[in-house]
DNA sequence: TATCCGACCTGTTGGC
DNA sequence: TGCCAACAGGTCGGAT
């Protein structure tokens, strides 16, 4: 499941292997592939074809490819199970091949767009003066951003009425943060999942997200958690950072600081996984 | 206005 | 062996 780590993995890739290339052709194998875009796949491929690819930016889990237009970028966001390959053109399709992007150099590789669950997809949009695809205007800055502001998230945090993994998942807050990275940056801060976040303190939050970095820095040196080979860097190969977590997908695993039989618990839809010893519940109507 | 929550989607796993 | 329910979870948009 792709989170900051893994989109920074791919983003470099597709810096190594696609900017400066240009487009020959686009194909789309599945329409839910194309997003937001209302005159259709056969203008996305026009709009395309002919563009010069400049270096590839990422902001959160989305990631673009600015043209080199100056106007115009091809955002991605890679959802659930998204793959954005360098293959050659000769090997074959993949199962859940969904767009194939051409280049007028063939030698070098093509493009594809990968997704067995179409929660992801790729669309154009217009660039904002500060080189931002309009529509993600409302994503906030993610850690690793040398200019995130830590002051203004903590005031941000005192603001909501809500508890903190909720609003490590709230992308208008902070993002790059999934299930995965947030339960890990939980642990190790020894901060229950349902804690207030206006309860938390200015050193509480700078701890969480020092942890928050930490956990990242650790898993982008590793090529990012793959858990079942749906998540790959442009090449296909998975990253190797599942076998470091001290919390996420341990259910009943001893807490690697106490021992304690790491827990589950059903949250929104998915899990959310802690050390009922380290990281406390908050007390009743706090 | 802020917050919550269901829908989208498909392959895998486990229970019966 | 086969069927079915549960599960994985990021984002959007409607509901509260």
């Known amino acids: 499941m792709p989170e900051l780590p893994e989109v920074e993995v791919v983003r470099r890739g597709l810096d190594r292997w696609v900017s400066g290339r240009v487009i020959a052709s686009v194909s789309t194998l599945h329409p839910r592939a194309i997003r937001r875009h209302a005159a259709g796949a056969d203008d996305f491929a026009a709009r395309l074809t002919g ?27 890679l959802g659930m199970s998204g793959q954005l390959l360098i293959q050659p053109a000769a090997a074959p399709d993949e199962r859940h091949l969904r767009i194939r992007i051409t280049f007028t150099d063939p030698a070098e590789g093509e493009l594809r767009f990968v997704d067995q669950r179409t929660f992801g997809g790729l669309s154009l949009h217009p660039l904002t003066d500060g080189g931002l695809p309009e529509v993600i205007a409302h994503i906030a800055r993610d850690p690793m951003d040398a200019e995130f502001d830590e002051d203004a998230f903590h005031a941000a945090l005192r603001r ?27 642990w190790r801060t020894r901060l229950h999942y349902e804690r207030p976040t206006a309860s938390l303190t200015r050193p509480r939050t700078a701890e969480l997200v020092t ?8 898993a982008l040196a590793q090529g990012g958690t793959s858990f079942d080979s749906l998540y790959v860097n442009v090449n296909g190969e998975s990253g190797y950072f599942d076998r470091s977590l001290d919390a996420y997908g341990r259910e009943d695993e001893p807490c690697r600081r106490c021992g304690t039989p790491i827990r589950r618990r059903p949250w929104m839809n998915r899990s959310s996984y802690y050390c009922p010893r380290c990281q406390r519940p908050p007390a009743a109507g706090s």
């Open 211 to 218: 942890h928050i970095r930490e956990v990242m820095n650790e």
């Open 160 to 186: 909501r009425r809500t508890t903190v993994k909720r609003a490590l998942l709230d992308q208008s807050l902070i993002s790059g943060v999934g299930n995965i990275y947030a339960d890990e940056a939980l």
């Open 51 to 77: 563009a010069e690819i400049a270096a590839a930016r990422r902001r959160g889990k989305y990631l673009w490819l600015p043209l080199a237009d100056g106007e115009l970028a091809v955002l991605a966001h």
